[in-house]
């Protein structure tokens, strides 16, 4: 995927990790975008190391990875956080 690409699908991951997980997290559109880019890069890791196959582009498949990985990296935050 192009830089842009990335962060479209990035802030799209990112406010939908925050949708399914409400709460006060600092930062606005510029932490979601870095926190669906950054969940983008660990759902595909943690995808190619299960069998599922990494990011491909704009898909259901990579779209499911990144917010996947950026619920996780929002969890990992939060319990880091107390």
Known sequence: MGFF???IMGLLAGIVAKLLMPGKDPGGWIITILLGIAGAF???YIGSLLGFGGLTGFSLKSFLLAVGGAVILLFAYRLIKK
């Open 42 to 44: 660990v759902g595909g």
């Open 5 to 7: 690409a990335w962060i």
